[in-house]
């Protein structure tokens, strides 16, 4: 079974809005280093107001920066499909997110 592929750029693109949301950002993350930031933030936000899913964020951050320098391919791929597994709970944590704050 073919693995699927799992870019960084495409990460940061489909999580970001919603992590600048729940991060109380101006605007989505468009780099690297800047959506890291953010999620990290997001993630200690979740916590405080007690969203299930904050771990996952926080675990998120270092598999993505790891992945960025990774060299060898087979290492990195593991390390962003992993990292693209834990950021699947963004879309429920921005929408209860919202839900407490509206």
Not at 57 to 64: G, H, I, K, M, S
Request: aromatic fraction near 4%.
């Amino acid at each position: 079974m073919p693995t699927r592929t799992v870019a960084i750029d495409d990460l940061v693109r489909e999580h970001a809005t919603a992590v600048a949301y729940i991060a109380d950002e101006p605007a989505p993350a468009t780099a690297l280093a800047e959506f890291t930031r953010q999620l990290a933030y997001a993630a200690d936000r979740c916590n405080t107001a007690g969203i299930a899913g904050s771990d996952d964020l926080t675990t998120a951050v270092p598999l993505l920066l790891e992945g960025a320098v990774e060299t060898d391919s087979a290492a990195k791929g593991k390390l962003l499909r992993r990292a693209a597994a834990l950021l699947t709970v963004v879309p429920e944590m921005a929408d209860e997110y919202r839900d407490m704050a509206g």
